[in-house]
């Protein structure tokens, strides 16, 4: 079982408290965390990474225990105990960015 | 009794504000959506309690949101927008080619007549279509593939197609506008599409009278007239008898004719209004006075409507996509402001008083006129 903590926006669209728990099958990766969590939010695809090239977005970060795994390959094994659930893989709005323009 | 609900997009969520026929008193429901840019919402005008909602932000881009009970309850729907065929590329701002890039929706244009068939305006500029109610998004690529697409380049806002007018007359016939591109119409249910801005004059592209690269910021029909068009451009206020195949300046006696909105009485085809913005680099009022501007000629004769708005020391804007009317007896009309103020006018604009004054930033305003 992943645990995965999003952020207020989305636990919000995804109409969901506190943290997520996925079941993910082989390694779990980025990858396979996100196409678990949209498999369950269908509502979240398109709003951590692209629908066609599936890069993440510019101002979403991945961290996971103290470490910034945003600009880790999307298919590397996430920490081992990321992938047991000891500790949880976290989906951050970037403190920069946001910003949109009329 | 008659009802009007006013439908209003701000940078921080989306509010629904409700008065029965008098428009005296109003019900103020939201934020919905709390924290996220509400581009636009609009109902549809088959089934008013049908909604659509462009939610985006800078972190998490673009959501859609539907509602089946006017806006009560909503539900996200499809928000893959995908490019037909290779993108290809437009003008950056320095004149470099840029790759096309979905960035959000900037309006939503339901059908006349289904309630599941919407449309959407977006940036990088291109319009799609939804027939299912928002869940699947197909692009009518004939506008942007129609052989001037690589000619057009963003206004200061972004490249986005921002207005979606659909003739209620002529079977397949639309318009629709592009900053900056300029004003285009397809006849055919928007497989193909003409470049319609002849007449227009742009001091700030090399050639003023190109066939595009105007930054139209606004066009507005009346339905018993959708032959007959008026413009809000960059600067000028222009009007076309013709369904856009040439444009003449109405700009008249305005103090500017720099602004965004331009909207028709609902009975009155004739009747026209604009608000006057300051200049390009001054996106605020003329003397830091907020003034409506009516013409009840179509243009070139205009006064000004001030009771009940201020007059000194306003130094909001007002966006392209928030002005609205109703069809209640008297025209009601409708703005909002990057203050956050709604004021409305329930005489045609001879008096106006704030609905709402403390929202977010306004982007859009909509109206619906319920029986």
């Known amino acids: 079982m992943i645990r995965v903590v999003l952020p207020a926006h989305l636990r919000t669209l995804a109409r969901v408290r506190g943290e997520v728990e996925l079941e993910v099958l082989g390694v779990a990766t980025q990858r396979s965390v996100l196409d678990a969590l949209e498999a369950k939010y269908p509502m979240l695809c398109g709003t951590l990474r692209d629908h066609v090239t599936q890069l993440r977005r510019p101002f979403v970060r991945f961290f996971a225990c103290e470490q910034d795994l945003s600009h880790e390959s999307p298919d590397a094994p996430l920490p081992d105990v990321v992938a047991s659930g000891a500790e949880p893989f976290l989906i951050v709005g970037a403190i920069a960015g946001g910003r949109g323009r009329v | 009794m008659s009802k009007v609900r006013v439908l209003v997009g701000t940078r921080k969520g989306a509010f ?142 972004g490249m986005c197609l921002h207005t979606i007018l659909l003739d209620p007359n002529v079977a397949g016939r639309m318009y629709i506008a592009i900053s900056a591109a ?137 966006l392209r996509d928030a002005m609205a009317v109703d069809s209640l007896d008297s025209c009601g009309v409708y703005f909002g402001t990057t203050g956050g103020q709604v004021y409305a006018s329930a005489d045609a604009g001879d008096n106006w008083a704030p609905i709402v004054r403390d929202l977010p930033a306004v982007l859009s305003v909509e109206v619906q006129t319920l029986s």
């Open chain 2, 182 to 318: 300029g004003a285009f119409r397809s006849d055919d249910a928007g497989t193909s599409w003409k470049p319609i801005n002849q007449g227009l004059r742009s001091e700030q592209i090399p050639d003023p009278t190109a066939e595009v690269g105007h930054c139209v910021h606004r066009i507005a029909m009346h339905p018993s007239r959708p032959g007959v068009l008026f413009m809000q451009k960059h600067w000028d206020v222009m009007r076309s008898n013709n369904a856009g195949d040439s444009w003449q300046e109405v700009s008249g006696n305005l103090p500017t004719d720099f602004g965004f909105v331009i909207d028709v009485h609902a009975h009155e085809p004739e009747t026209i209004y604009v608000v006057p913005i300051k200049s390009d680099s001054e996106h605020y009022p003329p003397d830091g006075k907020l003034r409506v501007y009516r013409s009840r000629t179509g243009g070139n004769d205009w006064e000004p409507l001030t009771k009940g708005l201020p007059q000194s020391d306003c130094y909001v804007n007002v």
């Open chain 2, 16 to 157: 629904v504000l409700t008065s029965d026929g008098k428009r005296a008193n109003w019900d103020i429901s939201g934020p919905h959506f709390a924290g996220w840019e509400i581009y636009h919402v609009k109902g549809s005008p088959a089934d008013p309690n049908r909604l659509y909602a462009s939610q985006s932000s800078g972190w998490f881009g673009q959501v859609m949101q539907r509602s089946n009970d006017a806006g009560k309850t909503w539900e996200p729907v499809g928000n893959k927008f995908v490019y037909d065929g290779v993108p290809g590329t437009h003008q950056w701002y320095d004149g470099t080619p840029h790759p096309w890039e979905f960035k959000r929706v900037w309006h939503l244009e339901p059908s006349l007549t289904d309630p599941d068939t919407v449309y959407a305006g977006v940036e990088d500029a291109a319009l799609f279509r939804s027939s299912d109610g928002g869940q699947n998004w197909q692009e009518l690529s004939g506008l942007r593939g129609h052989g001037s697409g690589p000619r057009w380049q963003p206004g200061a806002g």
